[in-house]
T-cell receptor
Framework: GQNIDQPTEMTATEGAIVQINCTYQ??????LFWYQQHAGEAPTFLSY????GLEEKGRFSSFLSRSKGYSYLLLKELQMKDSASYLC???????????FGTGTRLTVIP | NAGVMQNPRHLVRRRGQEARLRCSPM?????VYWYRQLPEEGLKFMVY????????ESGMPKERFSAEFPKEGPSILRIQQVVRGDSAAYFC??????????????FGPGTRLTVT
């Protein structure tokens, strides 16, 4: 079967670092996306990983291990505006769509 | 440089009525995807279209739902005889090429359908 697992909710303190994990089991794999979605708004692109390893982009970094079916999104120097849902999505071989997890709702507290 | 446009942003329909949701892709994009997001759930793929063609409708319910992307004008997702279970946020995304290998899909703001 196909499955993407993410924690449902996380809470972290302003200025801290938080890691949001995503494990996946899919039939075919091209790469993995992370999107940010504020309540009531559209998902916005954060990162796309194809190869194993860590990709850093400002305060956000994303890691992928294809052999383990595992990815994480790392957010540093958390700000209140980072409170949002973070969606993990797999780009599957032979599929025309993205396969999304249910998302992790992150709350940043002062 | 407008992004993906969707309208209406909010739509209220009574059971049995029809809902028509519109999506205008980003300029230069010819690939459109529709997703549905139920409360507390992830986005679920519904249909993938190119101009005048439905490429993949594997995620569409077999009845009452249809989609089109005409040569001119926006893509339309049509839901006939709506039921309460159709209440959800419907997101449209567009991409420049066939959305593979990192060609990211840009999402619109969504249409929130409420069926009363």
């Amino acid at each position: 079967g196909q499955n993407i697992d993410q924690p449902t909710e996380m809470t972290a303190t302003e200025g801290a670092i938080v890691q949001i994990n995503c494990t996946y089991q899919t039939s075919g794999f091209n790469g993995l996306f992370w999107y940010q979605q504020h309540a009531g708004e559209a998902p916005t692109f954060l990162s796309y990983n194809v190869l194993d390893g860590l990709e850093e982009k400002g305060r956000f970094s994303s890691f992928l291990s294809r052999s383990k079916g595992y990815s994480y999104l790392l957010l540093k120097e958390l700000q209140m505006k980072d409170s949002a849902s973070y969606l993990c999505a797999v780009d599957q071989t032979g599929a025309n769509n993205l396969f999304f997890g249910t998302g992790t709702r992150l709350t940043v507290i002062p | 440089n407008a992004g993906v446009m969707q309208n209406p942003r909010h739509l209220v329909r009574r059971r049995g009525q029809e809902a028509r949701l519109r999506c205008s892709p980003m300029k230069g994009h010819s690939h459109v995807y529709w997703y549905r997001q139920l409360p507390e759930e992830g986005l679920k793929f519904m249909v993938y279209l190119q101009k005048e063609n439905i490429i993949d409708e594997s995620g569409m319910p077999k009845e009452r739902f249809s989609a089109e992307f005409p040569k001119e004008g926006p893509s339309i997702l049509r839901i006939q005889q709506v039921v309460r279970g159709d209440s959800a946020a419907y997101f449209c995304a567009s991409s420049h090429q066939e959305g593979r290998s990192g060609d990211e899909q840009y999402f619109g703001p969504g249409t929130r359908l409420t069926v009363t």
